[in-house]
């Protein structure tokens, strides 16, 4: 709940005192950047659009409505839900963990006490091994950190109509690379209608190298 109030409210800036104002100006400097791509993303969606007058490109034309569908899709699930972040990332440990031994997930618990990372968990089986992780990387700094920088700087961004699509064309993308690079957990999430909602935790599962490195690591890296 505390990251969807996030990204449907958005974050109050904090006063800025009169020796930050060098940082506060490189701050600004990026959300100008920032706010120009999104606009050029948007502005690049609708140049896809005209396509539809073509009917050589009907197909093209077909996954850009399909693509607007399934992310209004997700903001509703945002809006009824409230807890998108931790589905996501539940979604995704599922995954992981579906078929895992309890002699393997005995060997990733004892890997993430090695490095600190204590999951809160009674019974070791699939199913609370799945929450416990979740809920601690979701409450994890390094986790928590990256998705607060983002929403905060979204919520600026979404002044125009042309910055909101740009978040559009942005989520499409990442559906796509996800839908390339981890296919089970995007169909995972394609049943659930969030798919195009994966954008917002790709930055971190990017970070983590959540579909690259050893499981134990990935985590690891999420927490901290």
């Known amino acids: 709940m505390y990251h969807s109030d996030l990204i449907l409210k958005g974050i109050k800036a904090d006063e800025l005192m009169?020796?930050?104002?060098?940082?506060?100006?490189i701050g600004v400097k990026d959300q100008v950047l920032q706010q120009a791509s999104k606009i050029g993303d948007g502005a690049t969606r609708l140049v896809y659009y005209t396509s539809c007058f073509?009917?050589?490109?009907?197909?093209?034309?077909?996954?850009?409505?399909e693509e607007d569908l399934r992310f209004l899709d997700g903001i509703a699930e945002v809006?009824?839900?409230?807890?998108?972040?931790?589905?996501?990332?539940h979604i995704y440990f599922e995954e992981i963990f579906r078929f895992?031994?309890?002699?393997?997930?005995?060997?990733?618990?004892?890997?993430l006490l090695k490095a600190g990372v204590i999951i809160s968990s009674n019974t070791l089986n699939n199913q609370t091994f799945v929450i416990g992780i979740t809920t601690a990387v979701c409450l994890g700094i390094g986790f928590n950190s990256?998705?607060?920088?983002?929403?905060g700087k979204t919520a600026a961004l979404t002044v125009t109509g042309l910055g909101l699509y740009g978040i559009v064309q942005q989520a499409a993308?990442?559906?796509?690379?996800?839908r390339l690079q981890a296919p089970m957990y995007y169909q995972a999430l394609h049943m659930q209608r969030l798919e195009m909602m994966y954008f917002l935790i790709e930055p971190t599962f990017m970070k983590a190298q959540a579909f690259e490195s050893?499981?134990?690591?990935?985590?690891?890296?999420?927490?901290?």
């Open 100 to 111: 895992k031994t309890r002699e393997q997930l005995s060997a990733i618990n004892s890997g």
């Open 173 to 178: 993308d990442s559906a796509e690379r996800l």
């Open 146 to 151: 990256s998705i607060v920088a983002w929403t």
């Open 79 to 89: 809006v009824k839900r409230r807890d998108i972040i931790y589905r996501l990332v």
């Open 54 to 65: 073509t009917d050589n490109y009907q197909d093209v034309c077909a996954k850009l409505k």
């Open 214 to 224: 050893d499981i134990t690591n990935a985590i690891i890296n999420m927490v901290k």
């Open 18 to 25: 009169a020796s930050q104002l060098e940082k506060a100006l």
